[in-house]
């Protein structure tokens, strides 16, 4: 995982007959107008990052200047819909992104919807973006605060998933498929960067585009796998692996899960190492078909001796129980994984 940086270095001029596509995906603070996107596209042209293309099933929504207005931000929408709904998949077959900015969950924390089940929805999106594209760079806010007249505990909700955006997204990022979190919510006021204690005004969305911007110039300036200054996809052929949790029975204060991992580089693999980040203050108790360590709350497997080799697209998986969890929740983990190459 890689915290953005905070203030914007001069940048070098970026431009290609192969833009890099870049999604802005989320809800009404990416769209309905999502005027931001219009601060950072400009923003861009005027430092010499020419060679983007925003890319999204939607089209723009006025904001009173020309900017290239697609993008993927659904007015209303929950991150656990578009997840349990499986609605990603196929925007990301129609768009071909490079890289996602993703500022998604307000919806959510309105409805009360807990951090595990909205960082869970987090990581299957993760999934399905790097199963659209394996060299898949993600961006993702801690969101704005909230404070409308109608939910007092909006703005504390906000408080409570950002705190847990920067681990899962440790978890959750690959050397191959980077996941940088993006400040959003330091320094943005509700009474001045809003209209409504929710949705960005002019100042709002001169913030959010500030803070965007050093984080996808610095991802324009390394060079994004399948866009300009990538001249042969170098990375196709670097160890890479996703991993899957998935509940399979649970009791008063415990679960059974399985976790599948898949190889998605084009490469044999000689092993992997995954993360487990259990919630609901679960532990991992007991693994088979992998071997357990653990270290304040995070569990990590790596491989068994017979499960480890995979070739490319090929699937392995072990199981596991969890002690601790809250019996009025829905067992669930954060994981993330770490393959290793097969060695000639």
């Known amino acids: ?53 925003f890319v999204g099933t939607l089209g723009p929504q006025g904001c009173g200047q020309e900017h290239d207005g697609d993008n993927e931000g659904h007015g209303g929408e929950l991150v656990t819909n578009t997840a349990d709904r499986n609605l990603l998949p196929a925007r990301l077959a129609a768009t071909r992104p490079d890289v996602v900015m993703m500022h998604f969950g307000t919806n959510d924390v309105w409805s009360n919807i807990p951090p595990d089940r909205i960082l869970a929805a987090y990581t299957k999106l993760v999934e399905q973006m790097r199963a659209s594209n ?4 993600v961006l993702v806010a801690q969101i704005i605060p909230m404070n409308p007249g ?25 050397s191959r498929s980077p996941v940088t979190v993006v400040d959003q919510w330091t320094g943005f006021s509700t009474a001045t960067d809003t209209y409504d204690g929710v949705h960005p005004d002019a100042s709002g969305d001169d913030r959010i585009a500030a803070r965007w911007y050093p984080a996808l110039a610095a991802l324009l300036d390394e060079g994004v796998p399948g866009g300009p200054g ?11 692996c996703t991993a ?67 070739a490319p697209g090929a699937s392995a998986g072990f199981g596991l129980i969890a002690g601790g969890a809250d019996a009025t929740g829905s067992p669930s983990a954060t994981v993330g994984c770490t393959a290793r190459a097969a060695t000639s």
């Open 150 to 174: 109608t939910c007092a505990a909006c703005a504390q909700r906000v408080v409570d998933l950002n705190a847990r955006i920067p681990a899962w997204a440790g978890a959750t990022s690959t």
């Open 230 to 240: 990538d001249p042969g996809d170098p990375g196709d052929g670097e160890p890479a």
């Open 1 to 53: 995982m890689i915290h953005a940086p905070r203030a914007a270095a001069a940048p070098a001029v970026k431009a290609s007959a192969d833009p890099v596509r870049v999604m802005p995906l989320g809800d009404s603070i990416t769209g309905s107008p999502g005027c931001w996107r219009a601060v950072l596209w400009n923003r861009l042209q005027s430092t010499g990052y020419t060679g983007v293309d």
């Open 134 to 137: 394996p060299d898949m760079r």
């Open 244 to 310: 899957t949790f998935r509940a399979v029975s649970s009791w008063q204060g415990g679960y059974q899960g399985e976790v599948t991992v898949t190889n998605t580089s084009s490469a044999p693999l000689s092993g992997w190492t995954v993360t487990v980040v259990p919630s609901g203050g679960a532990r991992v108790t007991q693994v088979w078909n992998g071997t357990l360590t653990t270290a304040s709350g995070t569990a990590t497997v790596t491989n068994a001796a017979w499960n480890g080799a995979l």
